[in-house]
């Protein structure tokens, strides 16, 4: 059977800046399943679970992988801290390229929220000290200059990591409130040495130096054709607050992109339908975030529209401003959802769920423990099927 007429433009190559070809314009956005080891290995579940998502979409993104113990968001999530952890990883690499797709692997620091590192250590990092209630009462630990060469330095062994386990690439994400992005923010960026909050350059310093170590690595260790990509919320607003505007996250991208050469950016945030997000503060006010920032960026680095996208149409309408969509939520429960499309079988795209389909899902049995609740700021899958999520380790 043939695509359908009017979704063809999901259809059409795309040529990342570094020369690959991807088949379509889907992307299997970065989830963690919550379904690794304590340890932060790999288990037979995630591998089971990648490669039944292997034909998803032609790039495909790993959930966080953390690349410290004190960056630790998620209880099962795994780990690219340390060499142990590259022989798990390139089973799942493997897995993830069993049909073609080129597998990214994301790095991430979730620095004050990493509430399992607090969890464990009683100890969380950040740009600024702080003190906190929740979950329990805490002091964010503000980082000395040499903590910070140390998580760049993490950064960049992380990479030499990935590089050696067979990814294609990796994202270096400073969405959703990670650390890069909280030093970025006037929130919670209260220094006044050279990483704090006196102008953008200050601001933007850790990213960049984070994005200038990951190049070097890359430059000198990966294949020609490693793909490099970023992972940013464009604005950071509490009311009538902000932490920095869509024009300071361009500006930021600018600088980001002329100490590394990324070959996408993909915009992430909370909420509803985010691929439609609109600009809350300052002169973009009002329009759409992705058109804001495609505006500014198209043409330098490809755009990845995510959040939300759980239809055909909605994905023809994230692409008006973005090259690639991805999705995160909707290939878990769907992931034949761009080969359906393809096909012209949109009618059978089912995005609901029920226990008898787990092991054709291939979803782990205990999969998103104690984080299923977070498909609920997102709302792509239905309540109904976020109940039955829910059940699953219960
Ligand atoms: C259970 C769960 C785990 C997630 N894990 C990650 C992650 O590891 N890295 C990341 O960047 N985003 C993560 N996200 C955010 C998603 O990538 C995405 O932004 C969000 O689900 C909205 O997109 P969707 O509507 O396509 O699901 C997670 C979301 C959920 C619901």
Do not use: C
């Not at 004050?112 to 630990?141: C, Q, W």
Request: proline share 4%.
């Amino acid at each position: 059977m043939k695509t359908s007429e009017q979704y063809r433009p999901l259809f059409k190559t795309f040529n990342l800046p570094n020369g690959t070809e991807l088949d379509n314009r889907f992307v299997l956005s970065p989830m963690i399943t919550n379904s690794s080891t304590m340890e932060g290995y790999v288990t037979r579940e995630d591998l089971a679970y990648a490669e039944r998502r292997a034909g998803s979409a032609p790039l495909q993104i790993t959930g966080a992988a953390y690349i410290e113990e004190y960056g630790q968001l998620f209880e099962y999530g795994f780990s690219i801290d340390d060499d142990r952890n590259i022989e798990g990883l390139k089973q799942l690499a493997q897995a993830m390229k069993k049909d073609g797709a080129k597998a990214i692997v994301q790095l991430t620091h979730a620095g004050r929220f990493a509430k399992i590192s607090l969890k464990d250590f009683g100890v969380v990092y950040g740009p600024s000290k702080m003190n906190l209630k929740s979950p329990v009462e805490h002091t964010v630990l503000p980082m000395t200059k040499r903590k910070i060469r140390h998580v760049i330095t993490q950064y960049a062994d992380a990479t030499r990591r990935a590089i050696k386990a067979g990814f294609d690439g990796v994202e270096i994400s400073s969405a959703q409130r990670l650390l890069i992005q909280t030093f970025f923010s006037t929130f919670s960026n209260k220094r006044d040495d050279e990483y704090g909050t006196q102008n953008l350059e200050n601001r933007s310093r850790f990213g960049m130096e984070v994005m200038e170590a990951v190049q070097k690595v890359i430059d000198k260790e990966a294949p020609q054709d490693f793909i490099l990509g970023f992972r940013g919320t464009p604005e950071e607003t509490r009311g009538n607050e902000i932490g920095y505007s869509v024009e300071d996250f361009i500006d930021f991208m600018n600088r980001i992109m002329e100490v590394a050469n990324i070959h996408y950016l993909a915009t992430a945030s909370w909420g509803k339908n985010i691929y439609k997000q609109t600009i809350r503060h300052g002169k973009y006010k009002g329009e759409f975030m992705n058109r804001v920032v495609y505006d500014h960026l198209a043409g330098q680095v490809p755009i990845m529209a995510t959040g939300g996208i759980n239809s055909p149409d909605k994905a023809l309408e994230a692409l008006e401003f973005a090259d690639l969509v991805g999705m995160s939520t909707p290939l878990v429960t769907e992931p034949d959802f761009v080969t359906k499309l393809k096909d012209g079988q949109e009618n059978q795209i089912n995005l609901g769920f029920s226990p008898e389909e787990l092991a054709d899902l291939a979803i782990p049995e205990r999969a998103f423990k104690d984080i299923v609740e977070l498909m609920d700021f997102g709302g792509s899958l239905s309540e109904e099927t976020r109940q039955e999520l829910r059940k699953l380790y219960k």
